[in-house]
C-alpha cells in the first residue's frame, strides 16, 4: 500500500491532527523521530515525527491538516 507522510511539530500537533483524521475515519500510523538510545539525536535533524496515512486519502488529510494550521494560525494571531 502506497502512503504519504505529514511532518508533525510535536506531540501536541500529533495528537489533535490524529483526533480529525480519527473522526473522518481516516487510516493513520503516528511515527515519533524520538529514539532513547540516542538522546533524541534525530528529532533534532528530522523534527518530532510525522504521520503517515494511505495515498487514497492524500487530497482529504490534507485538505484536514491546512485547515488545522490555518485554525492553528488564527488562533496564535488572536492571542
Known amino acids: 500500500m502506497k502512503t504519504f507522510r505529514i511532518n ?3 506531540e501536541f500537533e500529533a495528537q489533535i491532527y ?3 483524521l ?3 475515519d481516516i487510516p493513520y500510523a503516528v511515527i515519533p523521530n524520538h529514539s532513547l538510545v540516542y538522546d ?3 528529532e533534532m535533524q528530522r523534527g518530532w515525527g510525522y504521520v503517515e496515512i494511505p495515498e ?3 487530497h482529504i ?3 484536514l491538516y491546512n485547515n488545522f ?3 492553528e494560525e488564527e488562533k ?3 492571542i
Open 22 to 24: 480519527k473522526e473522518n
Open 56 to 58: 487514497k486519502f492524500k
Open 40 to 42: 533524541g539525536i534525530f
Open 61 to 63: 488529510s490534507l485538505e
Open 8 to 10: 508533525l511539530k510535536n
Open 18 to 20: 490524529t483526533n480529525i
Open 69 to 71: 494550521k490555518k485554525w
Open 76 to 78: 496564535d494571531d488572536k
